[in-house]
């Protein structure tokens, strides 16, 4: 009785396991794990050559750290509150490194916690646009923030510009420089974004051109607000790169917790780029001053040219209306009322004054 029981029950689990469900006893398998949406990219790298399969951050970072030589390259585009503290609690991330990663607009910036470097960059891009106007975007920014472990490093970007999909395919051809460890994905990271300054100082000075030439045409047809409207968008984009120099320059420093002595040396070439790049945006916050002053001036100089001509239209008109009053006067004894051509002398009188007038304020450059 006992045999056939247990034989019956053996029967019933092949079915169960036939029509997928659940064996009584046997413990469900465990769903697997999916990236979530905020993962633009995972990989593991070992000694400078990326692992094939794109796993879970979690066994990504377990594989990372049976093997020498290796680390985890997790890459997030604005994550939510529950994927970024999932990661937070992987990773042995602090709760305030976790929350600054979910803000945006920081300040460049280098902050070291523990055994985590963190690294804020300021992302920019050019908006096209076929006319400035007075709300035109020129320059759109963003943020990227870069958190440096020993086996690890996650990039955290905010905004549309400064993707990082071409820094991950152009550091992965270079093996040599990628076996550096977390820094190099940091050099590729901050050379990509002070390519990306360059590469928008490039198309915010023809932008300028443009503007210099409109203010400085004949026709004048510049308007004030499209000039200040360019000078925000340069004020914002010099906060984007001005502010990055020094934590840039911190880096090279001979420390422990700083970049290895191999990428020391392109991390003095990014310097020296920023550099360049810094230069440039100053240029041409100066020269967007000038063109500024010089609209004004412009201004000043046709509202008075204006004004001028207002005074002497005025005077014209002055003499007309005086000569006018005197013969509207209700006297008996005028000069001319009595005489036949009196009226066209008075008219013809009135014609001269004008026209000489007005051949004074010509020549005087008032009309």
């Known amino acids: 009785m006992a045999q056939r029981v247990r034989e019956r029950l053996r029967l019933s689990a092949v079915f169960d396991r036939l029509l997928g469900r659940p064996v009584p006893g046997q413990r ?44 985890v390259w997790l ?12 990661v937070g609690r992987t990773f042995g991330l602090d709760d305030l490194t976790v929350e600054q990663a979910l803000a945006d607009g920081h300040r460049p910036t280098v902050r070291r916690d523990g055994g985590v470097t963190l690294l804020v960059l300021r992302t920019a891009g050019y908006v096209e646009h076929a006319e400035l106007t007075d709300t035109s975007e020129v320059i759109d920014t963003g943020d990227v923030m870069v958190l440096l472990g020993d086996r690890f490093v996650i990039t955290v970007r905010h905004g549309a510009a400064g993707a990082l999909a071409p820094v991950r395919a152009d550091i992965e051809r270079r093996p040599a ?5 977390p820094w190099a994905v940091a050099y590729a990271v901050c050379g990509r974004m002070v390519d990306l300054y360059m590469e928008v ?31 925000r968008e340069i004020v914002e984009f010099k906060r984007a790169v001005q502010p990055l120099q020094a934590p840039l320059r911190s880096l090279l420093d001979e420390r422990p917790d700083n970049p290895p ?36 001036a412009q201004l000043a100089v046709d509202q008075n040219n204006d004004m001028r001509k207002i005074a002497a239209w005025a005077a014209i008109a002055a003499t007309q209306t005086g000569i006018a009053g005197i013969y509207g006067m209700n006297f008996a004894n005028m000069p001319g009322l009595g005489w036949r051509y009196g009226f066209a002398a008075t008219l013809g009188l009135m014609a001269l004054v004008a026209i000489v ?7 005087s450059g008032w009309l």
């Open 28 to 71: 469900e398998r465990e769903p697997r794990r999916s990236n979530p949406d905020a993962v633009v990219d995972c990989a593991v790298y070992v000694d400078g050559r990326r692992e094939p399969g794109r796993p879970h951050y979690a066994d990504a970072y377990a594989r990372s750290r049976r093997s020498r030589g290796a680390f």
């Open 75 to 86: 890459g997030l585009h604005e994550p939510d509150p529950a994927v970024m503290a999932a």
């Open 177 to 181: 420089v990628l076996a550096e460890g």
């Open 201 to 231: 100082a490039g198309h915010v000075e023809r932008d300028l051109e443009r503007v210099e030439e409109t203010v400085f045409a004949r026709d004048r047809s510049a308007d004030i607000q499209h000039i200040y409207q360019l000078k």
């Open 261 to 296: 002595r191999g990428l020391r040396r392109r991390f003095v070439d990014v310097d020296a780029r920023l550099t360049r790049a810094v230069d440039r945006v100053a240029a041409y916050d100066d020269l967007l001053n000038s063109i500024l002053q010089s609209r004004l």
């Open 357 to 363: 007038l007005h051949r004074l304020f010509r020549r």
